[in-house]
């Protein structure tokens, strides 16, 4: 160790809500050297953010540390049986510990330039020299330190800038520790990419430890020296990203891992794509207020096969999905079902059109009526579009929940009693009780956690031979369209950029971006020293 | 499949929330405060003219008595018994004032509604109208229809309705764009949804506590209107609370009571009324929340 103590561990922590309440965290602990990154792999709830936050001295509402310490740069931070000094705590934050939250939209202050934001964190510890400072930092995080940049509001910047701006915000004072909370959720697979890169250079050069917090085991095992995977409360497993590839023990790091897509294409149907087409994508042009966001869209969907539209956030491929299901009116083009055009809007469509298009949303938060019980939510559908009685569309909606994998008595249900993924299987099943041709997924399984997506994409492919479905499945993920997919559309800036088979398209990319995707996917798979 | 793959597979799902609007609100001590003063309030208003002591428009005593042994809240400027005022004076100026609000609301929900899902060229059209509306004093424009048509009871209800109108156009429609952004407003518009069925199953169900917390409002700004209007001499009424606001006004340092007697009638009702709408808006944030 270079003259100072770094990184930081954690022992024995159990946290509780409350005194008597539910196990938060039971007796676990980590550890992380200095100029280590260690992962912390788990889903939701499984306590990873508890445990992050621990290492910065810091508990939620309503939580109670019972047992064990967390030190940082050989100093106890939370400490169960002796209060640590709050003064002191504040000092270590942002000096010797410092946090990288999960939206950096909503970490930097929207009224405060991110320069200022950034001397506020070395005036806040009586470091002067905050211009030079910054320089140093926003350069060594690739940002242009000098001129304008600094002066720039949070809202002026990308997601990825803004994340590169918390980050050299983190590392401004050198910190013995890191921790990092999903700090690359909300970004597209290049800049993600690019984020990781910027994370393994900082901490190796200077010295920090990071805890990076992350339910994405595929970015982990790529950017991280020891993956720790939580699961209720407590840490089952810990080890070198290529041991715990290949011979992970405990049965949820195996589901996990076994959850991972692999960028190898799906057994080829040459006789689906070979079919008559049911659905017709012809030049679509569609505009947001008057912008061209997407330029001359063109492909087709044979029946019963899957075509994947891949590109990253802006690219246009929601706005496209939009446009075939008439949830987005304004465009040039035709969108043509079994060879007749359709109304660009979806009101001025038949009910029969309606019906045989059904679109399942990305946010299984939003997509279903708060206030409406999810068997009725079901019903509906089937009242409408199928003409169904009331008791024969309440029986198809629960056939429709059975379907995918639900129970019954879920149809009691108010959407908030669900789960992201329960949420997810229901609204699919509103869109599989109108029995479609066409079933338009948009990134239904961004949301989700790894196991979870795993799940609900092997739902989709049973579902979708099942039922003779064609679909059109939407994702920024490469190798997840390689596992649903026979062939992919790539958008890039609105146009398409790569257009085939997949295996194709995986195998001999023309298109640089598409290789960029293609290396993206497969490097962060599998990248790591 | 392991146990992981369908999370809680064993934990039957209960039929919870039926009926657990009125229940949230027979356990909330503040719901009972509200509906006990409404009920007080409704009550004196009914019985009241069967017990006044002495008919409203007979005298009793000198004008601006004060309290005395059978004249218990004095008497008012033209020496009339207060209490006996009170008792009677309610009835007509209830029922107008909560006519008017809900007439005020219920175009005003649908109307906002309406603004709220249909395009951009529409909505900007009729925005600017209200908007125009809005800007002209509700009180001047109550006055205008009154003028023209005459104050009875209906031109009184019909007018302090419509002055409503607009502003609940406006706040319904703000929360209506919340729910039009969201998908499951769009996944109702892709089954075909009606635009009824848009309006009352997806929309009003969603922003129901903001109509609550908008009919609370608008509920009290009636009164005040019809309060207002009595004072300035337009009543339906021969005896009402607003009137006797406006008559008593000139000796409120000699008999304060005739004056802070049905002021007190009003308030009570009004926050009564508020602290209902208060639990009902609870209960229904509850219930989601669940």
Redo the contacts between chains.
Sequence with gaps: MSGRMGGGFARDLTITVGRHGSVVLDGTGIEIAPGQVVGLAGETGSGKSTLGLAMLGHLGPGLIAQSGIAVVAGRPILDAHSPVDPARLRDERGRTVSYVPQDPGSALNPGIRVGVSFAEVLRAHGVADAEARCAELFGAVGLRAEGQFARRYPHELSGGQQQRVAIAIAFALDPALVVMDEPTTGLDVTTKHRVVELVRRLASERDAGVLFISHDLQLLLGLTDRIAVMHGGAIVEEGRPDALLTSATH??TR?LIGSLPSASARPERPDLESAPAVLEVSAVSARHRRVEVTHEVSFSVPRGGCLAIVGESGSGKTTTARAI???HADFGGAVRLHGVDLAHD??ART?AQ?RD???V???PW???????RIGA?IA??AR??RGLGRAEAEEAAVRALEAV???A??A???P??L?G??RQRA?LA?ALV?RPEVLVCDEITSSLDL?VQA?VVALLSNLQEEFGMAMVFITHDLALASEVAGQTVVLKDGFVVEQGLTSAVLARPSHPYTAQLVAAASASYRSAP | M?S??????TT????R?TGSLLRAMLVDPRAWAGAVAVVAVVVVTLLGPLIAPTPPGEFVARAYAAPAPGLPLGADNLGRDVLSRVLVGGGAFLVEGLIAAALGIGVGVVLGMLIGISGRRTAGFLLFLSDSVMVIPQILLVLIILAAFGANPVTLTVSVALAQIAYTARVVNAATQGVVT???F????????GRAGLLF??VL??I?GVVLVEFGVRLSVCFVALASLSYLGFSSGAVSWGAMIHENQGGITLQPLAVFAPVIMIAVFLLGMNLVRDALARAVAG????
């Design positions: 049965p949820y589901k299901a008439g949830l979806v009101s009910q309606r298009i059904q679109y949303f990305q946010n939003g997509s279903l009526n708060p206030r409406r939510s509906i559908v409408r579009l994998g639900l129970r008595d879920h009691v249900a108010l908030q009693r789960s993924g329960q609204a509103r109108a196991s799940e | 392991t992981l793959d369908v999370p809680d597979i039957p799902i209960h039929d929330h969201e998908d499951y769009r996944a109702a518009r892709a089954s075909g949804a199953r997806e169900p969603n129901i219930r989601s929340a669940r």
